[in-house]
Structure formats: C-alpha cells, structure tokens
C-alpha cells in the first residue's frame, strides 16, 4: 500500500515553465527478518542470505518509483550485540566497499536514492555502525556513523562500535537534503536538533528494537523530534526473534512521521515489508512559518548542555 501525505495548498516555483509545483516525494523502509543465523552458515554466507532476501523488496522499491529508500539497521547481519562474541568483527566491511558497491548499482538502476546501514570496519578494531548514503545516480555521497552507542543488558554495542566521530551531517541528494539517526540515537533530541539545524528535511532512523519499554518510546520519541524540528522522519525496526540470541521480538511497526508529529504511514509488526509514502516536503515550510522552533532557541543558556 503506498500512503499519502500531500498539502497542494503549499508549492514551490518552476522557473523554467512559470508554474507552481508541489515537492512530492516517494519515500520507502523495508523491515525483514533474518533468513539465517548464527550456526546456519559461515558469517559470509548469513550476510549474503540477508542481502539476496532484501534485493526483491528493493527491485519492488524501484519499480514503484521509490525516490529515497532506507534499510533498517546493520541491515545484512543479526542484530548480534545481545551476545559479545568477537567472531562478529568479521562481518565489518569498508564503506565504500563490496556491499555499497552493490547498491551503488540499484541506485543507479532505479535511480532511487539509498540509506544502506552496515557495520564499518575503517581499519583493524576500529570498527562502527554506520549507514551510506549513495545519490539517485549511483555516486556515494558520505556517511553517518553512530554516535550514541548504548551498553546494557542485551544491547552490549560498546564491544562491537566505536561512538561516531562524523557529527550530524545533511546530504543534498536529488530529491530532498537527507539526515541519518540510528536506533539508540532517538533517546538524544540533541543531535535531532542539529540534524534540523544543518538543513534536513528528512531524516531517516534505521533501528533493531525488541518489544517491551523501547515500544511505547518507538511512537512517542520520534514523532517528538519531527514535530520539535519541522522535518519528516521514516523510521525503521527489523522483524522476527533471531537466535541463538533470544532478546525478544523485533516489532516492526515502521512508519513516516510529518513536520506536525503525525504517523501518517506504518507496517506491520511481524511480516517483512516495503512501506512506501508519498509526502509533500513543502509542510516543512507551512509548520515552520507557525511554530518558530528555530527563531525562539536560546542557545546561549544552553551551556551546561556540552559540559563532559
């Protein structure tokens, strides 16, 4: 099913036909669970497996028009942090490397702009959880590394990533300026805020989130950010129990929120999917114009804010 979130009231200037056109965007998240795991095949062949089950949803993806798509979170591994074992450093790739290659060719194919988490190996134990950014002509634009990075019980993500070191940044693709946030970063309005402040106008959170308190945050946090910061966010959660890690039940729900709070499209919470939303990016504008978020900040009473 393809959603709709248009304001035809609210339009941008043509200046080559002197017309006023709206900023449609098509927009897709894919949540999948894992076809294989952890004793069922080499890490090579897990990844593999995860990725060749993703290519049908991102053909579909492309067919459909789909102007900007996202993966969930280290979209072609386990979510392998609820254990600490090392044997995992291996499915660390370079970003570029082989698997952004592959979908540098989608990208290119469909000419569909592509969020593409994975886990980044910049060189021998250094190592991130990271999303690439590839343009709707195929061309890698940068990437956003983690920078929250939780340790708790079942989410022991400090063993496996460094903290980001890239900051909040904002990529001019085709269609629209893109941020990244990934999954424990929405607890943080902070960096949410500098997304907003450095130009996006969507911005995308793959995550891998089990049932149980993080549930009623997942509806409540991310709608918070986009209504405090006037810009979309699609926001994505894998499917599925994955053992032999047993944390509990990845619960989909996927959705797009718009500048105003609202979830307006969202998944299922228990079958692999592509959600797919069409928006009009001119409501930043119209919500911006009423709730002077950016004009009414103090930052400078915020300072106890960046004290270590």
């Not at 709709?4 to 965007?25: D, G, L, V």
């Not at 979908?103 to 690439?132: C, D, F, H, R, W």
């Not at 309005?189 to 891998?208: F, K, Q």
């Not at 918070?224 to 979309?232: D, E, I, K, L, S």
Request: glycine share 8%; hydrophobic share 35%; net charge neutral.
């Amino acid at each position: 099913m393809i959603y709709n979130a248009f304001n035809t009231q609210h339009t941008t200037f043509n200046t080559q036909n002197n017309t006023k056109m709206p900023r449609i965007i098509k927009s897709g998240l894919i949540q999948m669970s894992l076809p294989k795991t952890e004793g069922e095949g080499t890490i090579a062949e897990i990844k593999e497996a995860m990725l060749q089950k993703h290519i049908p949803y991102i053909e579909e993806a492309g067919k459909k028009g789909v102007q900007i798509l996202c993966l969930q979170e280290i979209f072609n591994t386990p979510y392998f942090c609820p254990g600490q074992d090392k044997a995992w450093y291996e499915s660390a790739e370079t970003i570029p490397g082989p698997t952004v290659e592959r979908m540098q060719e989608y990208a290119k194919k469909y000419s569909m702009v592509m969020i593409v988490p994975m886990y980044e190996k910049e060189q021998a134990g250094v190592l991130y959880n990271t999303a690439a950014v590839i343009d709707a002509d195929g061309t890698y634009l940068g990437k956003y590394r983690k920078n929250h990075i939780p340790h708790t019980s079942g989410f022991w993500e400090k063993f496996f990533f460094k903290p980001g070191n890239l900051g909040y940044p904002v990529f001019q693709t085709k269609y629209a300026k893109v941020g990244v946030y990934i999954c424990y970063d929405r607890h943080f309005p902070d960096g949410a805020r500098i997304l907003g402040l450095n130009g996006a106008e969507i911005v995308y959170n793959p995550s891998a989130t089990v049932a149980g308190l993080s549930q009623y945050l997942w509806k409540l946090e991310q709608p918070a950010h986009a209504a405090a910061n006037g810009y979309f966010m699609g926001c994505i959660n894998r499917v599925g129990t994955e053992k032999p890690w047993n944390l509990g039940k990845f619960y989909g729900s996927s959705y797009f929120v718009d500048p105003r709070g609202q979830i307006f499209a969202q998944a299922s919470e228990d079958n692999d999917e592509l959600l797919i939303a069409e928006f009009d990016l001119d409501m930043i504008e119209e919500v911006r114009s009423v709730w002077q978020f950016f004009r009414d900040r103090r930052p400078e009473t915020y300072g106890k804010l960046v004290e270590l």
